[in-house]
């Protein structure tokens, strides 16, 4: 019924999170990893890290809301659920659904960023361990 409510509304925070994180990154200049053989590489900017989160919620949160729309779920006049104009048991069990399945939603898409951001360390340890043993 709503449960596209949750993810979006981490979407929102994120957005809000990563343009602050833009702004320090901005202001701190670009970091750069250097590996044992002296091979320096530049460091993948947490606000582009965070860009992916953001990505990956709200292209969830748009799917989710035309699938609801497309079931008659969402109406473009107030209160645009139509679990809260049906009375207090369906917004019992809309906040319900919110409660159980968008939580895990959004806490299913973080653990998958979660798991990018392990792969991409990963990655990048590796590529300065290569890169120089190849030149």
């Not at 509304?9 to 670009?30: L, P």
């Not at 906040?95 to 990018?116: D, N, Q, R």
Request: a neutral charge; proline letters at 4%; aromatic letters at 8%.
């Amino acid at each position: 019924m709503a449960c596209f409510l949750v993810p979006m509304t981490e979407a929102i925070v994120m957005t809000v999170v990563q343009k602050v994180v833009e702004k320090k990154e901005k202001k701190a200049g670009t970091e750069t990893v250097t590996s044992a053989d002296g091979y320096r590489m530049e460091k993948l900017p947490f606000s582009k890290k965070i860009g992916w989160l953001n990505k990956l919620l709200w292209g969830g949160s748009a799917l989710l809301a035309f699938e609801h729309l497309w079931h008659g779920e969402i109406v473009p006049f107030f209160p645009f659920l139509t679990a809260a104009s049906e009375g207090p048991e369906a917004v019992s069990e809309m906040l319900g659904e919110m409660g159980t399945v968008g939580v895990s939603m959004a806490a299913l898409i973080t653990v998958v960023w979660l798991g990018m951001l392990l792969v991409t360390k990963l990655m990048q340890k590796k590529a300065l361990k290569a890169i120089p043993a190849a030149e």
